[in-house]
């Protein structure tokens, strides 16, 4: 059984943190990469970061570099975000995704998804 949940989701003041985790499990674990994209309201998909399988190295989108950092847990079927600095425009639904093809980036938002989860919120005001 396919299973991809999120947690860790909240609201944090501007410069804050949080971790975000993702259980991930009930399907081959031969998918391209698995990460996190996110997607605030009206807005496209965005994808924020993930491991590639082929070579376990983490790429993330330019906004996020030096504030966030993927991780993975594979004998806990875990992926996990950890994202520090947090700001005004880092607000929208982080969904926890495998990719099976790269888009014009290794896990860009036009990707080809596998399987993903539901999404937690994270809200950032002061």
């Known amino acids: 059984q396919v299973q991809v949940v999120e947690a860790g989701g909240g609201l944090v003041q501007p410069g804050g943190s949080l971790r975000l985790s993702c259980l991930a499990s009930?399907?081959?674990?031969?998918?391209?990469?698995i990460g996190w994209f996110r997607q605030a309201p009206g807005k496209e998909r965005e994808g924020v970061s993930c491991?590639?399988?082929?070579?376990?190295?983490?790429h993330y989108v330019d906004s996020v570099k030096g504030r966030f950092t993927i991780s993975r847990d594979n004998a806990k079927n875990t992926v996990y975000l950890q994202m520090n600095s947090l700001k005004p425009e880092d607000p929208a639904v982080y969904h926890c995704?495998?990719?099976?093809?790269?888009?014009?980036?290794?896990?860009?938002?036009?990707?080809?998804?596998?399987?993903w989860g539901q999404g937690t919120q994270v809200s950032v005001s002061s």
């Open positions: 995704a495998t990719w099976e093809a790269a888009g014009k980036h290794v896990c860009s938002g036009d990707g080809t998804l596998g399987y």
């Open positions: 491991i590639r399988t082929s070579d376990g190295s983490a």
């Open positions: 009930g399907f081959p674990l031969d998918f391209y990469a």
